[in-house]
C-alpha cells in the first residue's frame, strides 16, 4: 500500500465500521503496509451480530469493569492477536432494553390473545370476520416477531400443528449483556482505549461531513467540464464545510438547540433596505427590526450585529 503521494506520512490509522470486520479482512489489513515500511494501523467496529464470540470476555468485563451500573466503563481484552476494547453505556443500555421488552410485552400479548381465541373457536364459539387458524396465527406472529428483530429471542415452533411459541431467557439473557456496548478491533499499541472510542467515533462526524456535502451544499451533480472549474467548484464546497463546521461548534458551545441550517434560516429574515425619497439625492438605509432570537444567533456564531438604521 502506497502512502498516497505523501512521503511525509509515517503513520495512518484506518477507521472503519462494522461492515469491514471478518477474520479475511483482519489478516489482509495486518499484512498492509505504508509507502514508508511503517504498517497500517486501523480501528474497526465490531458488529453486533459477532457479539456472541465475545460471551466470555463480556462476563469478564462486566464482572471486573463495570462495578457502578450508572457510570460508563471502559476496559480491553485480547483477541485473536489484537486489542478488542469495550465500552458500555448504561443509560444506553437502559433504553435499548426498555424498548425490547416494550416489543415482546406487545408480541407476547398479541400471541395470547389469538391463542384464547383459538381455544375460544375449538369449545365452538365464534367470531366476526374470518376464523382464525393454528397456521394462520403461526405465519402472522412470526413475521410480527422478525419485523421487531426478535426471532433469536421468540421461538415460534413452525412444525408444531399447533400455535405455540417460547421466550428464550438464554437469548434474551446475551441480548440484554450486549445492550450499551461499543467493541472495537485495533492494532495501534500505543493509543488508550478511550483515545481508541474517541478515533473511531470522529468517524460518524466525518460521515456527517460528507451528508452536509451531499444535501445542504450540494457539491453534485458538478455542471462544470474544464478542470480548473471542478476544482473550483470542490474548494467552494469545501470551505462552505468549513464554515458549517464552525457554526455548529460555536452553536453547541453556546448550548444553542439550532442546526446551523435553522439558524441561517432565522438570520436569513435579516434585511437591509434601501429607499429613496421624493426627489432626494441620497438614498436611505437601514437594517429591518431584529429579534431577540437573531441577536442571541449572532453572538453566539461570534458575529457582530449589521449597524442600524442610518440616513
Known amino acids: 500500500m502506497s502512502n498516497l503521494g505523501f512521503p511525509s506520512i509515517k503513520r495512518l490509522i484506518l477507521v472503519a465500521d462494522r461492515g469491514l470486520l471478518s477474520l479475511e479482512n483482519l489478516e489482509s489489513l495486518k499484512g498492509m503496509q505504508l509507502g514508508s515500511g511503517h504498517p497500517l494501523e486501523f480501528i474497526i467496529a465490531v458488529p453486533g451480530r459477532r457479539y456472541s464470540e465475545f460471551t466470555e470476555l ?16 471502559i476496559g480491553e481484552r485480547e483477541w485473536q492477536g489484537l486489542r478488542l476494547i469495550i465500552a458500555h453505556d448504561p443509560a444506553r443500555a437502559k433504553d435499548q432494553q426498555g424498548k425490547r421488552q416494550q416489543s415482546i410485552d406487545e408480541l407476547t400479548k398479541m400471541a395470547d390473545e389469538w391463542t384464547g381465541k383459538l381455544d375460544s373457536q375449538d369449545e365452538g364459539k365464534t367470531f366476526r370476520g374470518r376464523k382464525l387458524s393454528d397456521s394462520g396465527a403461526k405465519a402472522r406472529f412470526y413475521h410480527a416477531v422478525c419485523d421487531a428483530h426478535l426471532a433469536r429471542i421468540i ?4 412444525k408444531s400443528e399447533l400455535f405455540t411459541y417460547d421466550i428464550d431467557e438464554k ?29 473511531y467515533k470522529s468517524l460518524a462526524d466525518i460521515e456527517r461531513g460528507f451528508r452536509v456535502l451531499k444535501s445542504e451544499l450540494e457539491i453534485g451533480p458538478v455542471h462544470h467540464r474544464l478542470p480548473e472549474r471542478i476544482r ?4 467552494i464546497c469545501f470551505m462552505a464545510l468549513i464554515l458549517y463546521r464552525v457554526m455548529r461548534t460555536r452553536l453547541r458551545a453556546s448550548e444553542s438547540s439550532l442546526s446551523p441550517e435553522r439558524a441561517l434560516e432565522v438570520l436569513r429574515r435579516v434585511q437591509r433596505h434601501q429607499i429613496r425619497l421624493d426627489n432626494a439625492t441620497d438614498p436611505v438605509t437601514g437594517i429591518s427590526t431584529m429579534t431577540l432570537e437573531q441577536a442571541d444567533l449572532f453572538k453566539a456564531l461570534k458575529i457582530k450585529k449589521p449597524l442600524s438604521a442610518q440616513a
Not at 421461538?155 to 413452525?158: A, Y
Not at 473550483?232 to 474548494?235: G, K, S, V, Y
Open 58 to 73: 463480556l462476563e469478564g468485563f462486566h464482572a471486573q469493569e463495570c462495578v457502578d451500573p450508572e457510570k460508563e466503563s
Open 155 to 158: 421461538r415460534i415452533d413452525l
Open 171 to 199: 437469548a434474551l439473557s446475551l441480548a440484554k449483556q450486549n445492550d450499551g456496548k461499543l467493541l472495537l478491533i485495533t492494532n495501534a499499541q500505543d493509543l488508550s482505549p478511550q483515545e481508541v472510542i474517541d478515533r
Open 232 to 235: 473550483a467548484h470542490a474548494a
